[in-house]
């Protein structure tokens, strides 16, 4: 995976002699669509006909990939609710144990909230902060498929000891400013956390999925408060730009939200007991449910808009394991491929043809292709397929 400074364009110009009347022929410069790729999957993934101006697109990805990326609200209302989410771990895997997935945690909180920048117990002294990936019981922060206990690694991780453990008066509670939008941004740049680089593998989809009782940057605790106001990594629109310059051109994302959906008043009461206050959560059904301009900016496709007041989270996390599932059957393309110039095959037999569609839809920056049926799991895909060079 690339990091996040793209590679410069530098061109030498040559002294160039006169000689009689003969023309000198110039090459074009690979796009930098181009050259990304090639840092992506390999000096011959992209090649430059010169004479054409066509850039050739040959690479190869395993199918059935996720990486699943948990954000979980770890301020002193959530408890309860991430018991719901730890508890309903076998309905999830069950939706997606044919996939070759792997899971990472990160909270909402972030250092430079105001009065939160003080490393201290409640924040792990900076562990559980700025899109840092959780450590796991057994030491690790990535729970892979065929881990042994998986599901009480999961438990153990979802279900924050600093949130069960808030003393509001000695003042050792986690952040109450969530900013689980700013978090990802953090968990995914290259440059803010090089360390979590890995996890991001080429030709997989990236599923997250958000636990949260309030809205960006919401302020629970004082009904008259507003809230603090956003900043430019607050905002959904600038996950979802930084998704190709962070992750690659061709990574697809999914966001799915387990929160108080916007307009359920009941929900919203019920998640609001006292002078502690819920707020819809706006901002993350945004990403969940993206609109067509939000698809415009970057690859990211519909997700799962699930509902914190559920008596427990069983149906919520069927459904965003069987959105992910389907998700994976979409591959995102670089660029807008010649008509015709598409080539797909897979190195394994299998017992029914897979057969593909091109997604065309007015407002994908780019193409996607669908496979009917799913191509199973750990399968090799052969993708070719040509763009002009200033994509």
């Known amino acids: 995976m690339r990091l996040i400074i793209k590679r410069t ?63 979980v609200d770890n301020s002193r209302s959530m408890y309860e609710n991430q018991q719901k989410m730890a508890e309903r771990f076998p309905q999830f895997i069950e939706r997606i144990n044919d996939l070759d997935w792997q899971i990472a945690f990160i909270t909402t909180d972030i250092s430079k909230s105001p ?11 900076g562990a559980f902060q700025d899109g840092r990936f959780l450590k796991l019981p057994n030491g690790n922060t990535v729970l892979k498929k065929g881990t042994p206990n998986a599901q009480q690694l999961f438990e153990s991780t979802v ?27 953090y968990a995914i740049d290259p440059q803010a956390r090089p360390e979590n680089r890995g996890f991001f593998r080429s030709g997989a989809h990236l599923a997250v999925i958000i636990l949260s009782d309030e809205d960006v940057r919401s302020n629970p ?48 009461a019920e998640q609001s007991p006292g002078r502690i206050r819920a707020t819809y959560g706006t ?33 919520e996390m069927g459904s965003i394991g069987s959105k992910i599932t389907s998700n994976v059957n979409v591959l995102q393309l670089a660029c807008q491929p010649i008509e015709g110039s598409i080539r797909i095959r897979f190195t394994d ?4 043809p897979i057969q ?4 065309y839809t007015y407002h994908a920056p780019t193409q996607r292709v669908v496979f009917q049926p799913a191509a199973p799991s750990g399968s090799t895909v052969h993708l070719e397929y040509q763009c002009r060079n200033s994509q």
Not at 46 to 65: A, F, M, Q
Not at 159 to 183: F, K, Q
Request: charged share 15%; hydrophobic share 35%; proline share 7%.
């Open 9 to 71: 364009l530098q061109v030498v110009l040559p002294i160039l002699l006169y000689v009689g009347c003969s023309d000198v022929a110039f090459s074009p410069i690979p796009s930098q669509t181009c050259l990304d790729f090639i840092d992506d999957y390999g000096p011959d993934a992209c090649l430059l006909d010169p004479e054409s101006g066509v850039n050739t697109y040959r690479y190869s990805v395993e199918s059935g990939k996720v990486d699943i990326l948990f954000v």
């Open 115 to 125: 009065g939160n920048s003080v490393p201290r117990a409640a924040n792990g002294f």
């Open 159 to 185: 279900r924050r000891n600093e949130t069960l453990e808030c003393d509001v008066y000695a003042g050792e509670c986690p952040s109450g400013d969530e900013r689980g939008i700013y978090a990802l941004n």
């Open 221 to 268: 605790t004082v009904w008259t408060y507003p809230g603090y106001a956003l900043e430019p990594l607050d905002k959904p629109e600038s996950f979802v730009k930084n998704i190709a310059p962070f992750l690659g051109d061709t990574k697809v994302v999914s966001v799915h939200a387990i929160i108080v959906r916007p307009g359920d008043s009941q929900c919203l």
């Open 283 to 315: 901002h993350y059904a945004a990403l969940a449910q993206p609109s067509a301009a939000l698809k415009s900016m970057g690859n990211i496709v519909d997700g799962v808009l699930g509902n914190i007041c559920s008596t427990n989270y069983t149906q």
């Open 349 to 352: 037999r299998f017992g029914q």
């Open 356 to 359: 593909y569609s091109v997604q």
